[in-house]
């Protein structure tokens, strides 16, 4: 997960959330936002953007303006953050924390994300809330023992459970 402004962005699935939520974005819309997370704090011409988002095909520069708004709106980012370099192109403006990677969870914080229609994402925070929360996830799901899987999750005082 990247941090941009208030989102956290997966730009392997493709996903944003804002305070645990998903935020609806486009396909043209993230192809923006992939291309200029990929330069934070460098201006990114408007026609990089227009080849990441809509490759091989001409369409007019309002198009983009279309999807940077939706960015701003959807993922709430200003327009310092975001901002528009007049007739050239577009800066994601984030300090080198929000442009890397997030740091590793705390010790006894338990965050799931599951996407199947956006079910289960959720924060959990303690021993004995994460066992409980494991405990109910797995037993809803009974595929799992029809397909064979297993798990085995190690916490800090020993095995959870296999």
């Not at 980012?77 to 890397?100: F, H, I, Q, W």
């Not at 066992?131 to 064979?148: C, D, I, Q, T, W």
Request: proline share 6%; glycine share 6%.
């Amino acid at each position: 997960m990247i941090r941009v402004g208030q989102a956290n962005v997966s730009i392997e699935r493709r996903e944003a959330f804002i305070g645990g939520r998903a935020v609806p974005l486009g396909t043209r819309a993230f192809d923006v936002l992939e291309k200029l997370i990929a330069s934070p704090n460098r201006l990114v011409t408007k026609q990089e953007l227009l080849d990441a988002a809509w490759p091989d095909v001409f369409v007019e520069e309002n198009n983009l303006a279309v999807q940077i708004h939706a960015l701003r709106r959807h993922l709430k980012l200003d327009r310092k953050m975001l901002e528009t370099m007049p007739r050239r192109g577009y800066r994601l403006n984030v300090s080198p924390t929000c442009a890397s990677a997030l740091p590793p969870v705390e010790e006894g914080i338990l965050e799931i994300s599951y996407d199947e229609s956006r079910g289960i994402i959720s924060r959990v925070q303690g021993k004995e809330a994460i066992r409980s929360f494991l405990a109910a996830l797995l037993g809803k799901v009974p595929e799992f023992e029809r397909h064979n899987v297993r798990f085995l999750i190690n916490m800090p005082d020993g095995v959870l459970g296999e």
